[in-house]
């Protein structure tokens, strides 16, 4: 199997390297509710229906992200990590901008 830097299987730690993430999420009320080697997900109080996830499925990284005014969430999937963490750091801006 072709491995390169950025690409996962289900063996990698998906919440080992997600400092940042955490530090962003943080800073705008949001806590880690789910922690998993491949299964991170973020949500806020008394917003539970809102929530920020990534799950590492088959070698595919599926990012669910909220949608503003909505009880429903957008789900997207990348095979590159560190565009998956650049992406749902977009959305969680985007969340609070207009």
């Not at 997600?18 to 705008?28: A, D, I, P, Q, R």
């Not at 806020?44 to 599926?62: L, P, R, V």
């Not at 095979?79 to 749902?88: F, H, K, R």
């Amino acid at each position: 199997m072709d491995s390169t830097p950025n690409m996962l299987t289900d063996l990698d730690l998906l919440n080992n390297d997600n400092t940042l993430l955490n530090s962003m999420f943080k800073e705008h009320g949001w806590y880690l509710v789910k922690n998993e080697m491949n299964w991170i997900c973020y949500t806020k109080n008394s917003q539970e229906t809102d929530f920020f996830e990534m799950k590492i499925i088959n070698n595919s990284i599926h990012v669910s992200v909220p949608l503003k005014n909505s009880s429903f969430n957008y789900i997207t999937t990348f095979n590159d990590y560190l565009i998956a963490i650049e992406y749902m750091e977009s959305k969680l801006l985007n969340f609070y901008v207009s």
